[in-house]
């Protein structure tokens, strides 16, 4: 089987893996984006061409202010140096998420930095942040109430915040849950599931050819007997 064209990953266990060294959760988080450029530049440089991470979720934004702060304070440093690597490299960076539920001068700095990257065609790397796929949904519900509109599966997918993405097909969780904590749960009905015991921080570029290897491996039927009949 080929190579998947959309790969997401949920990079959980940044917390269990500072705790483990005695350190404080954020110095998990810092390990944690060290871990996501690493990811992305094999991700990319193996040619798969669309790829979402899960950096925060709605829910995440319950957690302690001091955490949070520390996250915001990665996203500036995210948003401000990645922004000319990408660039180089045709990436299109893009946020998905509730952006206004950030401090403004963090919304505001992802708005201006992303839209600096348009039109990269080597790839789409798009980053989740206060993002819960529950209210993705129903945002494009009401906006599809608000217009009159009647949908289509392919016609409501197209509504969301991934719409013109590829199908995902490779849906990847580090940090031994096995759930999908209100993630693409639209976009994910036929992706092949993938769980790794490892933390995210520790998740490395074999991990990942790993999970890849294990998805080509995989025979996606969607519903019908055999694959491709
Ligand atoms: C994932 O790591 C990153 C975020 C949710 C921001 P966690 O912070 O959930 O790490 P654990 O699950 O507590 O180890
Ligand atoms: C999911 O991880 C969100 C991200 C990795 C960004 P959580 O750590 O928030 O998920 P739960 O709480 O274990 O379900
Ligand atoms: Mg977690």
Redesign the pocket.
């Known amino acids: 089987m080929s190579l998947p064209r959309h790969i997401a990953i949920i990079?959980?266990?940044?917390?269990?893996?500072a705790?483990r060294r005695l350190l404080p959760?954020t110095a998990?988080?810092r390990a944690?984006l060290k871990r996501m450029i690493s990811l992305t530049d094999h991700i990319f440089a193996r040619g798969i061409e669309c790829c979402t991470l899960?950096?925060?979720?709605a829910e995440?934004l319950s957690?302690p202010e001091e955490?949070l702060n520390a996250?915001y304070g990665l996203f500036r440093v995210y948003f401000t140096e990645q922004i000319p690597v990408l660039r180089e490299r045709g990436i299109t960076l893009r946020v998905i998420g509730e952006l206004s539920l950030l401090p403004a001068d963090v919304a505001s700095l992802i708005g201006e930095n992303t839209a600096k990257t348009a039109g990269g065609e080597k790839g789409t790397l798009t980053v989740a942040i206060g993002y819960g796929a529950r209210q993705d949904i129903v945002s494009a519900c009401n906006r599809a109430v608000r217009e009159g509109r009647e949908v289509t599966p392919e016609t409501f997918a197209s509504m969301l915040s991934t719409g013109g993405m590829p199908e995902l097909d490779l849906l990847i969780r580090t940090?031994k849950?096995k759930r999908v904590s209100n993630f693409l749960l639209y976009e994910a009905a036929y992706a092949e599931l993938y769980f790794s015991e490892k933390?995210?921080p520790d998740f490395t570029a074999r991990d990942l050819d790993r999970a890849i290897g294990e998805f080509e491996k995989r025979e996606r039927r969607f519903g019908r007997i055999d694959a491709g009949r």
């Open positions: 990079m959980d266990g940044n917390g269990r893996w705790k959760r998990g988080h944690g899960f950096a925060l979720s995440n957690r955490e996250l940090g849950e933390l995210f």
